[in-house]
């Protein structure tokens, strides 16, 4: 088993997953990004092959990409003509896949968002425990939650002990 | 658990989500160097905090990130309306005689 990885009866599995590109993209229009498809609408998320644009607000996206593909999605970034930011924000955050049939009872131990109603395919950022984080929804049963690397054993923790409790059947 | 209505995520979202930013629709003086001290005191300090309908700003922080405003009533704590910064401030006692008195 990875080391990484935790597993318990109840069915949720907590895993770390390897480090990815992660670009905080900020611009007011999002139809003048050739080569990127953004959504529009808050939550929504589009994949372009191995690259997903999350749209965390109106004016906001967190793209995600291999890090095969680190060098390609700058370049496309870098040929954006209208006032934007683009940030990489890679090494500031990590992400924890959550799957399992119980993990919107692992994932409402902290977080105050009705995730049931939550799409697949669709995202947020929201709370976990007061650290922000954010959800995507990858299946069903399987979420995952990117949080700053800081915060990242405080929450660790919390689904860890969490986990537990739900395997004991609390 | 007290739900918010954001204007720009379309959804009534928890309140741990959002931050409250205090009164709306407070513009900043063109020229403060014109001012007299007791303007730019009323300017910086001076609240209405009424008992009734109250205009505010509020911030969908761990969300979209974004300001707006909201007429909250503040008896009840009953959010009567969220609108999008920018937009006018709505009437309230329309919005206090709205039957459901939750206008979006
Ligand atoms: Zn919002």
């Known amino acids: 088993m990875n080391a990484m990885t935790s597993t318990l009866a109840a069915g ?83 992400t924890y896949a959550l799957e399992g049939p119980a993990v919107l009872d692992l994932l409402a131990t902290g977080c105050p968002r009705d995730l049931a109603r939550m799409p697949v395919g669709s995202g947020a950022r929201t709370v976990f425990d007061t650290a922000q984080v954010v959800l995507t929804r990858e299946t069903d049963d399987r979420f995952h939650l990117t949080v700053w690397r800081s915060f990242a054993s405080h929450v660790r923790a919390l689904l860890d002990l969490a986990q537990r409790e739900l395997a004991a059947g609390l | 658990m007290l739900l918010i209505y954001c204007p720009y995520c379309e959804q009534d979202l928890p309140e741990l989500e959002f931050a409250y930013a205090g009164e709306a629709h407070i513009a900043r003086p063109a020229d403060p160097a014109a001012l007299s001290d007791e303007e730019w005191r009323d300017f910086l300090f001076i609240r209405s905090n009424p008992k009734g309908v109250h205009f505010e700003r509020w911030r969908h922080l761990n969300g979209c990130a974004r300001f707006f405003n909201a007429a909250r009533e503040t008896v009840g704590d009953k959010f009567l309306a969220t609108y999008k910064a920018g937009e006018p401030r709505p009437d309230a006692d329309a919005l206090l005689a709205s039957p459901t008195g939750d206008a979006k």
């Open chain 1, 12 to 94: 949720v599995t907590i895993t770390e997953l390897a480090p990815t590109t992660r670009i905080a993209l900020r611009l007011a229009d999002p139809a003048t990004v050739p080569g990127l498809s953004l959504p529009t609408e808050v939550g929504a998320r589009s994949a372009d092959g191995s690259r997903t644009a999350l749209c965390l607000g109106p004016d906001e996206w967190l793209i995600e990409a291999p890090e095969a593909d680190r060098a390609a999605v700058l370049a496309t970034l870098a040929g954006i003509s209208a006032p934007h930011s683009a940030v990489e924000v890679s090494d500031r955050e990590i």
